[in-house]
């Protein structure tokens, strides 16, 4: 294994890792103030209940993702020094900033958890708002510095290094909107469907649970909410990502050819050598329509860029896929989750059955779109300006490190996972197991 | 005052709280592995209670060194991830599981074997990172990380001095923790910690005797930055100040005027490193000016640091008022 495939691999680990408690840890805090809100305003006990046990599980979720993410701000520097003596000053702001969210979160998570006796009441739900608010703040000002990965701005480069520096147009590049709009809408799905899962498999063996019906609607509102829009916000990320990076777009549509009034291709494998994706379903007109929203646009394909700027063409649309797909099963799943309420009808035995076997569904969408902008990048740091090859650490036998630290990660997620488990099996009140 | 100097003196300020506070939940997890005699489970348990609610708090200003670090000076911050890559990857693995471990340890379920487990892994990882963070700043002063090192990875790190300099953390974080202790604490319990304070006070000294014998040979800038600037002498003096009342008044019981001249007693240390190193970031040859990101950067980030700041003290004044008391941060002993 190469140093710099080690790297990768190694930053990529860390960052499949960390990205799961990340999401958790501006999802979960709305849902536990939510339920507490409830339980203020109504008396609810189960929603008491429930917010306590939420409480929890965010903060044991929440201190494994604070120190995975020390390791991801260290790894910056350990893994790509280059990288970061080129671009540290340039996306130093929206880093900072996180820094001060991180802060807010910490801190007030602190009262939350610990404070249920120390706090005045509105202290405490105060605290719990606060938590919810900076860490959807932390992801929109990390998602920033990606952003800007992905589309550099505010700045020129001279002898090699970025000079006239404008830190809040650099802060702001093209084609942030539709990256955080997206980003946080999967936290809140992703999450959503995860603790809606569990509580509906709970729900099966118990249908009259109180407790669990709480979770449910809390969960089951937020994140279903979030997936219905994430649609909406797919549609706008593909028109910026088309105007912003159109390379990007050849690569996760497998489009080779520039061509206008280009089809749609859903599935399909990509084939570099012979510039043609096989085996696709294609609907005529429907990437210009989608990337354009005109079905005669023409849009360019990879051909139109050196060979050396591709990306693997491959791994992009393949994870793509992946992300629509499994976004829409959620979409679906929560329509008609939708079309229930309003048709005012108990959740029945298939609906829940489906949303237990969807809860994974979104934490996989979104390692899949974490994966198609990132390799969608590639062979890029900075697109277009620094490579990943020139980004890597000089520093070699990196192969280690990477051994160390999978074991750490798979260690401590089978921990957390195993000491979750015994949470929720505690967390069943009013007839659990 | 250039904004770099402003931006290092941010950067010093921030290691200075990340020692007073995060500093002393390691020297926590310390006296949890030293917990001993009759009231071993009270002791675990007070440092649980102490550190509990915020450790992930204090824990972000060691986020907020390497942001500033690499956003105001990006050049130190890669040559600093090079050439110290392994003693860095070592304090991750610290931090990563003291923090993991103390959560797993306090949900994990009580009275389980597992929870020995975690709670072992809690406290050796508490004594792992302050050594291994104590390592890296005292290679960073030694001067060893020269020309002859640059673009790799050295070994520059394993020598004397930065190693009691790791041992000087451990034992400072240590001495931070009893005597923020034995004021939380109550009857015997208080008196453990007050003694133990002292015991880690003299560990402190030993230490810091150790260290400034070894910088005069292979720490000649900070030795000299010790021994020969105007304020040296002056600054010596403050810190034996604080040092001797904080003896004192351990002495006599007067913990919390104990622990005030504790703090103060680390901060005058930590500020003493970085004032007889200043210019340098990396000695001998990354300074604060070599090493500056275009100043426009660095204004930008000088606000976004008072606009930051300006919101985080009122919200850390609201955390230790919640858990620490009326009196989090009173240096009266009141009589009882």
């Known amino acids: 294994m190469s140093d ?50 939420w409480a929890k599980g965010t903060a044991i979720l929440f201190a494994v993702g604070a120190v995975s993410g020390t390791v991801i701000s260290f790894e910056l520097g350990l893994l790509w020094p280059r990288f970061m003596a080129f671009a540290g000053s340039v996306i130093g702001m929206p880093f900072s900033l996180e820094g001060f969210a991180f802060f807010a979160e910490a801190i007030f998570l602190g009262i939350y958890l610990y404070g249920w006796e120390r ?79 569990i509580h509906a498999s709970f729900l099966l ?38 105007a912003v990076q159109p390379i990007k777009l050849a690569a996760l549509e497998g489009q080779f050819e520039t061509e206008r009034g280009a089809p749609l291709r859903i599935g399909g494998l990509p084939d570099p050598e012979r510039m043609e994706t096989r085996w696709a379903l294609e609907i005529p007109y429907g990437l210009s329509l989608l990337a354009f929203h005109d079905p005669g646009a023409e849009v360019k394909g990879l051909r139109a860029f050196p060979r050396e700027a591709w990306p693997n063409t491959r791994h992009v649309h393949l994870a793509f896929q992946v992300m629509v797909g499994l976004g829409s099963l959620l979409a679906a799943v929560a329509a008609a989750g939708a079309a229930l309420r309003l048709l005012r009808r108990e959740p029945p035995r298939w609906y829940l059955r489906a949303v237990a076997l969807a809860g994974p569904a979104g934490f996989l969408a979104l390692e899949a779109g974490w994966l198609v902008t990132e390799w969608g990048r590639q062979p890029f740091t900075v697109h277009g300006i620094l490579r990943t090859a020139d980004s890597v650490t000089p520093v070699g036998g990196l192969a280690l490190p990477f051994a160390g630290f999978t074991a750490l990660y798979v260690l401590l997620g089978a921990v957390t996972a195993v000491v979750l488990r015994r949470q929720i099996a505690r967390a069943a009140p009013g007839g659990g197991p | 005052m250039t904004a770099a100097d402003l931006l290092g003196a941010a950067l010093l300020s921030a290691l200075v709280l990340y020692a007073l506070l995060g500093g002393a939940d390691f020297g926590g997890g310390i006296w949890d592995l030293l917990a ?43 040559a600093i991830c090079i050439e110290l890559f392994l003693p860095l990857v070592l304090l991750l693995v610290g931090i990563v599981l003291r923090g993991a471990s103390f959560t797993f340890r306090a949900y994990v379920g009580s009275g389980d074997r597992a929870q020995a487990r975690w709670g072992l892994v809690f406290s050796a990882s508490s004594v792992l990172a302050p050594i291994v963070l104590g390592v890296v700043v005292g290679a960073l002063a030694s001067g060893r990380l020269g020309a002859a090192a640059h673009g790799a990875a050295t ?67 900070v030795f000299a930055g010790l021994t020969r600037r105007s304020w040296s002498l002056a600054l010596h003096v403050a810190t034996a100040a604080a040092a001797l009342t904080a003896f004192a008044a351990l002495f006599r019981g007067r913990v919390r005027a104990g622990r005030a001249a504790a703090a103060l007693q680390v901060a005058l240390i930590v500020v003493g490193w970085g004032a007889s190193q200043y210019p340098y970031l990396v000695v001998p040859d990354v300074t604060l ?12 980030l000088l606000w976004a640091l008072a606009a930051g700041g300006a919101v985080l003290f009122p919200m850390l004044a609201v955390l230790f008022r919640v858990f620490k008391g009326e009196r989090a941060f009173s240096v009266v002993d009141r009589s009882r």
Not at chain 1, 211 to 224: E, K, M, T, W
Not at chain 2, 52 to 60: K, L, R
Request: include cysteine; charge should be positive.
């Open chain 1, 4 to 53: 710099l495939l080690a790297a990768r691999w190694l930053f990529g680990i860390s960052l499949a890792f960390h990205i799961v408690f990340a999401a958790v840890g501006v999802a979960m805090p709305l849902f536990m103030v939510l339920a507490e809100w409830r339980w203020r305003r109504t008396g609810s006990a189960a929603h008491l209940e429930l917010a306590k046990r």
């Open chain 1, 119 to 197: 706090a005045s009441p509105r202290l405490h739900l105060a605290s719990g708002a606060v938590v919810a608010v900076s860490g959807a703040a932390s992801a929109f000002f990390v998602t920033l510095a990606n952003a800007w990965m992905n589309a550099p701005a505010g700045f020129r480069v001279e002898g090699g290094a970025p000079a006239d520096v404008r830190p809040f147009a650099a802060m702001f590049p093209p084609g942030w909107s539709h990256e955080v709009v997206h980003v946080l809408l999967s936290c809140y799905a992703a999450t959503g469907f995860a603790v809606a899962g």
């Open chain 1, 205 to 242: 063996r118990d249908r009259a649970n109180a407790f669990h019906r709480a979770a449910l609607r809390i969960a089951l509102g937020v994140g279903g909410a979030a997936a219905l829009l994430q649609p909406v916000s797919g549609d706008f990320s593909a028109r910026q990502v088309a």
């Open chain 2, 36 to 78: 001993s005699g009759p009231r071993k489970a009270e002791q675990r348990a007070l440092v649980e209670r102490a550190i509990g609610p915020i450790w992930e708090a204090n824990h972000v200003w060691l986020i907020l060194v390497v942001v500033v670090l690499f956003t105001a000076f990006p050049p130190a911050f890669a």
């Open chain 2, 155 to 221: 070994l520059a790190w394993l020598a004397p001095f930065p190693l009691a300099v790791g041992l000087f953390a451990a034992a400072l974080f240590a001495y931070l923790a009893a005597a923020y202790l034995a004021v939380e604490a109550e009857g015997a319990l208080r008196e453990d910690f007050r003694r133990r304070a002292i015991g880690a006070g003299a560990a402190v000294f030993a230490c810091a005797a150790l260290a400034g014998a070894l910088s005069w040979r292979e720490a000649p800038l």
């Open chain 2, 289 to 300: 000016a070599s090493a500056s990101a275009p100043r426009a950067v660095q204004v930008a």
